[in-house]
């Protein structure tokens, strides 16, 4: 008889905290499998400091495979759920897809960051919720203090030199805090020609910072913020968000490069998709954080609304504390569902209180009710962190040790770009990359530039073009380029849907090179090719420009709530124009070159040797007859040039907003 399967989906508090409770429990009774886009678990109440550069980014990350005995990780992200079925799709870091059959199925998928309908924000603001959001802070705040330390013009090193959070809960007032401090100290090393300071503005629609603490700890943490410089300002917020600036609800503009976004926190879209009762975008379970009607089904942490019993009638906050006390009782209640463990039981909470990390000595905590403030309070939170950490204790508290006899290292390493950890994404755990099959959620599109910050796609749903960086004429066709077509909200490209015919195609203008149509280049009477004596270099050969090369997503639908891809190294198949027909991309109907024809290279970076052409793709440009000096040849096996640019914009669809900060 084969052991039960036990799939979680999700390690964050909640799933890792169940997958260590069941490896326990178990005792090889059962196969566990974790499905995770990562191989860490990331202790995010000490995101703040990596971003400030107090820990390194390893510190905070706990080796899933390492830690998580008897648990087989699968690396991937779930994209669907069959439930009848019994069994979860999902897609792997490289694009291959696969399916997992489980007994008992855990979700505790998260959250992400959460979306207001406020113009501009979802362009020009960044989260704080996963790994490359930090490492991308750390690195665009110092940039902007060079960069105003060398500025000469006191309007822009103001510009630089202003960083908005908007969220003053635990997340926001930690990331102000430290980003204070860490500022100050550049900046006491390298003054600045205009003899200005960093300037830090935490703003909140709440009355109070930290309105979930005590009233005394609300004040406690103002307080240490404004000896420290950071303009706390409550009852405001964004009203619209631009390139160069804010512009706040009380009618104040900000002129700033910087915009983080620290309101709060969602639950990950992968619950949407199940149809089962909701409570403002989180999963309704029972206390026993069982699905009602789907007794193989659980779900935990910030996807699960779990009945609060000590307050009927409500149900349990979206925080760290929450969740690692899910995984718990989620654990012990899935084996007793196996017969593996004792009874099941319900949740219930005592609360113990909370922390949070003000920087240096300072900090404000109640732990237990008991409120406090200063060094004590600082000694209490690091202690509070060290304990609740389920590995790398040695090493963070080496980091705190260096930080206090030594400075801190002030450099930006440049590893994650502004385009790769877009405000609006179903993974903010990952970082896009160029040629990645999920590459196309990114986004902002677009390479870090201009007055320091990210240019914006040049097309996006539903918005307005932007405008193209100075000295530099964006490819059409591009991501970034000036036509945006094929773009959503842009013009439909030719050969799709609803476009202009392309060339060859039936009821489109002929082809270069074909009957009817204007003679191609290297024909009797037309232009000369590329490559060709008396022609232009083509690309890819000898003096010619470097071929630039998508780094497409085959097979994506654009939404970042929408997750499902194709993968193309599972199912290979013929490209071919979208729009056309499967049969019309085959070889055949493609004219065929001549015996002795040179390769070329095809429009979009795609190398024409020995690869299906589209039907809408010019005909390989051919000589009329032997060339008279043809030059070298390029090596065979030549590898495409790299992708440089970055992946396009993505349809946005906010879910519920639901409050929660984690």
């Not at 199925?105 to 020009?124: C, D, F, R, T, W």
């Not at 009233?215 to 160069?244: N, P």
Request: hydrophobic residues 30%; positive net charge; proline residues 12%.
């Amino acid at each position: 008889m084969s052991r039960p399967r036990i799939v979680i989906v999700g390690a964050g508090f909640a799933g890792y905290r169940t997958a260590r409770t069941l490896s326990r429990l178990t005792r090889h009774q059962a196969d566990i499998v974790l499905l995770n886009p990562t191989d860490y678990f990331l202790y995010l109440p000490l995101l703040p400091q990596v971003a400030a550069g107090i820990l390194e980014p390893r510190r905070v990350s706990v080796s899933l495979s390492g830690t998580l005995p008897r648990v087989r990780l699968v690396l991937g992200e779930a994209d669907g759920i069959d439930l009848d079925g019994r069994t979860v799709h999902y897609t792997d870091p490289e694009g291959g897809e696969g399916t997992l059959r489980y007994d008992r199925l855990v979700l505790a998928a998260g959250s992400v960051n959460k979306l207001l309908p406020i113009p501009g924000v979802a362009e020009h603001a960044h989260g704080f919720r996963g790994l490359p959001e930090a490492l991308y802070l750390r690195d665009h705040v110092t940039r902007q203090v060079e960069l105003a330390a060398a500025a000469d013009d006191r309007a822009e090193c103001a510009a630089r030199c202003t960083f908005v959070v908007v969220g003053a809960g635990y997340t926001g007032t930690e990331v102000a805090a430290h980003g204070q401090m860490y500022t100050d100290a550049q900046v006491r090393r390298h003054p600045m020609r205009t003899g200005m300071r960093p300037r830090w503005m935490l703003l909140d629609v709440a009355e109070r910072v930290l309105p979930e603490m005590d009233e005394r700890l609300s004040r406690t943490a103002e307080r240490v913020l404004r000896q420290r410089g950071v303009d706390v300002r409550m009852g405001t917020s964004v009203k619209e968000a631009t390139h160069d600036g804010v512009l706040l609800t009380d009618g104040t503009t900000v002129d700033t490069r910087t915009l983080v976004w620290c309101v709060g926190v969602r639950p990950d879209p992968l619950v949407e998709s199940l149809g089962l009762p909701m409570e403002r975008g989180r999963l309704l379970v029972d206390p026993h954080l069982q699905v009602p009607g789907r007794p193989e089904l659980f779900a935990c942490g910030d996807v699960a609304a779990v009945p609060d019993l000590t307050k009927p009638g409500q149900y349990t906050p979206m925080t760290a504390q929450h969740a690692w006390r899910h995984g718990k009782v989620c654990a012990e209640n899935v084996a007793a569902s196996l017969g593996i463990g004792g009874q099941r039981r319900a949740y219930r909470h005592r609360d113990m209180g909370f922390v949070v990390d003000l920087g240096g000595a300072k900090a404000a905590a109640n732990p237990l009710g008991v409120p406090m403030s200063g060094p004590a309070a600082g000694a209490v939170t690091r202690g509070y962190h060290l304990a609740a950490m389920p590995g790398n204790r040695v090493r963070v508290a080496a980091d705190w040790l260096l930080d206090a006899v030594l400075p801190r290292q002030a450099v930006q390493l440049g590893l994650v770009r502004s385009w790769s950890v877009p405000l609006e994404s179903a993974s903010p755990e990952v970082a896009r990359v160029p040629g990645r099959p999920d590459a196309g959620s990114a986004g902002s599109a677009g390479s870090e530039g201009g007055p320091g910050r990210t240019e914006p796609a040049e097309r996006r749903q539903g918005g307005e073009p932007a405008k193209a960086r100075p000295g530099e004429e964006p490819a059409k066709s591009q991501p970034d380029g000036e036509s945006g077509k094929s773009q959503p909200g842009g013009e439909p490209a030719k050969s799709q849907p609803g476009g202009e015919p392309a060339k060859s195609q039936p009821g489109g203008e002929p082809a270069k090179g074909q009957p009817g149509g204007e003679p191609a280049k290297g024909q009797p009477g037309g232009e000369p090719a590329k490559g060709q004596p008396g022609g232009e270099p083509a690309k890819a050969q000898p003096g010619g420009e470097p071929a630039r090369k998508h780094p497409g997503r085959p097979g994506a639908d654009g939404a970042s709530g929408k997750r499902h891809r194709t993968s193309e190294s599972t199912r290979p198949r013929p490209a071919h124009a979208p729009g056309t027909s499967r049969k019309a991309a085959e070889p055949s109907a493609a004219p065929k070159p001549s015996t002795g024809a040179r390769r070329s290279e095809a429009p979009g970076g795609t190398r024409s040797s020995g690869r299906t052409r589209s039907p809408g793709a010019p005909a390989p440009t051919r000589s009329a007859g032997p060339p008279a000096d043809p030059g070298p040849e390029p090596p065979p096996n030549q590898p495409p040039p790299g992708p440089d640019i970055a992946p396009g914009p993505v349809k946005r669809t906010d879910g519920p907003a639901v409050e929660g900060d984690s």
